[in-house]
C-alpha cells in the first residue's frame, strides 16, 4: 500500500496534489510519502517484533539525508556500502551502533572511518579483507566486530544483475569454506566476531530462496558454535521484492517475510538483523513528468516525455517495468492506447516502456512513474548535462524540497579549464 491515490480527479501524494508541486518545483521531480515510507519501516519491525531485532535500511535504496532522518527517528539502523553512505548516514543523527557496514571492496581508509566513528559490525566479505580490516583495527587500537558475509549459493530467481547469492557470484565466501574462515578470523585480535552475514539478491518475489537460504545459516550457526565460535547475531540481508506491475504481482509481504524467518531462525537465540531497501523506499515515491511531443510512428506513437534515462535508469538497464500513470485521474472506461514511452536522450536506450498500454496524454500533461522511490534518485546522472532532478517529501497537507534542482551554472563550474589551454 502507498500514498499516491486519486483525490477529487488528481494523483495526490498524501494530501497534496502532484500537479500543484510540478507548478512549485518544476518537471521532472521525484516525491516521496513521509507516510508509506514510516509504514513500510513499520511493517518490518513489528513482523520481527517476536525476536530480538534491528531494521537496518539499506540506504543505497534512497540515500536523501531526510529520508534517513527520518528512517533514524523512527529506530532504524542503517546498512550502509561505502564511506560516503556511513558519512550521510552519521550525517542525519543515525549513531554508530546502529550502522553496519557491507560491501565487497572496502578500503583501509573506510574501515578507518568507520571504526573511528563507531560501528556496529562489519560484514567482512573475503580473506583480505578480514586482514586489512585486522591491521586497521589494531593500528587503532580497538577491536573490529564482524561477520562474515556467505554465500549459500542458491538461486534467487531475480534478473541476474541484481542476484548475489549464487556460487558464480563475487559476493561473500563460499558457505562450504566458512568453518576455515571463522577459524582463521578467531586468530586475529583486531576482529571479534558476532555473527554471519548473508543477502541473496533483490526484488525477490517468493520466500523460497530466502528460506533456502537461511536454513543453510541456521546449520552453520550451529556448526560454528560447536567449534567454539560466538554466534549471537544473525544479518539476514534485504531483497523481498514489491509489485512494480500492480495488477500482475504480489510478492509476499513483510508479515509472511517475519514469520519464515521466526520459523527458520528463531530457536537460535540471536539477534537478527534485515537490510531492507527496495521495500521502504520503492512504493513511497514517484518519478512526475511531463509530456513533452506525441510523435507519430511507424504504427505506434511515441510519448516523449521530459524525464529520461539518466533520471531513471531501472528500464534501460534491467528491462525493469514501471506503472506509468496520468496525473489527471483518467475517466472510466476510456479507452487505452499503446505508447512507446521514451525520453529526449540521444539513443535508442531512453525508452520506458514499449507499447504502453495507457489512457490518451498529450503535450504538457502530467505522468508519474510509480514505485520510483527507491534505486531512482539515487541511480541518476547527468548525462546530456541534464540536470540532476529535485526530490521532494510530502508529510500530510505540506511537502518540502529535500534535493534542489542544481542551477546550469552549478553545474558548468563544477569543471575547470587549465591554465595552458
Ligand atoms: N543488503 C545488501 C548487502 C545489498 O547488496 C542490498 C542491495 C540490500 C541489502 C538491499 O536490497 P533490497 O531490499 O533493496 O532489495 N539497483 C538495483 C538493485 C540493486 C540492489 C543491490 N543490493 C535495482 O534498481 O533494481
Redesign the pocket.
Known amino acids: 500500500m502507498d500514498h499516491f491515490l486519486y483525490r477529487d480527479g488528481n494523483l495526490h501524494a498524501e494530501d497534496v496534489p502532484l500537479a500543484q508541486i510540478a507548478a512549485q518545483v518544476g518537471t521532472p521531480f521525484y516525491c516521496y510519502c513521509a507516510a508509506t515510507l514510516t509504514r513500510h519501516f513499520r511493517l518490518f519491525d513489528e513482523a520481527l517484533a517476536g525476536v530480538d531485532h534491528l531494521v537496518c535500511y539499506?540506504m543505497?535504496?534512497n540515500s536523501n539525508l531526510a529520508v534517513l532522518k527520518l528512517m533514524g527517528d523512527l529506530g532504524a539502523g542503517v546498512?550502509v556500502?561505502s564511506g560516503g553512505e556511513y558519512r550521510k548516514a552519521r550525517a542525519a543523527g543515525i549513531p554508530g551502533e546502529r550502522i553496519v557496514f557491507?560491501g565487497v571492496g572496502k578500503t583501509r581508509e573506510e574501515m578507518h572511518l568507520a571504526l573511528s566513528g563507531g560501528i556496529r559490525q562489519f560484514?567482512v566479505e573475503s580473506e583480505p579483507e578480514m586482514e586489512a580490516l585486522n591491521e586497521v583495527a589494531l593500528s587503532l587500537g580497538v577491536v573490529a566486530p564482524i561477520t562474515v558475509r556467505v554465500n549459500p549459493d542458491v538461486d534467487a530467481k531475480t534478473?541476474e544483475k541484481?542476484a548475489?547469492g549464487k556460487s558464480e557470484n563475487k559476493f561473500g565466501i563460499p558457505i562450504a569454506r566458512a568453518r576455515a574462515v571463522y577459524a582463521h578470523a578467531a586468530t586475529l585480535r583486531g576482529l571479534a566476531v558476532v555473527g554471519i552475514d548473508v543477502?541473496i539478491g533483490?526484488?525477490l518475489t517468493e520466500l523460497a530462496p530466502f528460506e533456502q537460504a537461511y536454513a543453510k545459516v541456521a546449520e552453520l550457526t550451529r556448526a560454528l558454535r560447536a567449534d567454539g565460535h560466538t554466534i549471537t547475531r544473525l544479518d539476514l540481508?534485504?531483497?523481498?521484492g514489491i509489485p512494480y506491475e500492480r495488477a500482475n504481482t504480489a510478492p509476499p509481504l513483510p508479515v509472511e517475510y517475519g514469520q519464515m524467518v521466526q520459523r527458520t531462525l528463531g530457536d537460535l537465540g540471536c539477534e537478527i538483523e534485515i537490510?531492507?531497501?527496495?521495500?521502504i523506499a520503492g512504493n513511497a515515491g514517484v518519478l512526475v513528468s511531463q509530456v513533452i511531443y506525441v510523435k507519430q510512428g511507424e504504427g505506434r506513437d511515441f510519448l516523449i516525455l521530459d524525464a529520461a534515462m539518466n533520471d531513471l535508469v531501472?528500464p534501460a538497464m534491467?528491462g525493469?517495468h514501471h506503472d506509468i500513470v496520468p496525473l489527471v485521474e483518467p475517466a472510466p472506461g476510456v479507452e487505452q492506447v499503446p505508447y512507446d514511452v521514451v525520453g529526449p536522450v540521444c539513443e535508442s536506450g531512453d525508452t520506458f516502456a514499449k507499447a504502453r498500454m495507457m489512457p490518451p496524454v498529450g503535450p504538457g500533461d502530467l505522468v508519474a512513474f510509480r514505485s520510483a522511490g527507491?534505486?531512482g534518485a539515487v541511480?541518476a546522472s547527468e548525462y546530456n548535462t541534464r540536470p540532476l532532478v529535485p526530490e521532494v517529501l510530502v508529510s500530510g497537507d505540506h511537502f518540502a524540497v529535500i534535493r534542489a534542482r542544481p542551477s546550469f551554472d552549478e553545474i558548468i563550474n563544477r569543471d575547470t579549464i587549465p591554465e595552458w589551454l
Request: no cysteine.
Open positions: 539499506a543505497k535504496a546498512d556500502v557491507s560484514n534478473h541484481i548475489t543477502h533483490s526484488q540481508g534485504g531483497g523481498l537490510e531492507p531497501g527496495r521495500l531501472r534491467y525493469a527507491a534505486y541511480m
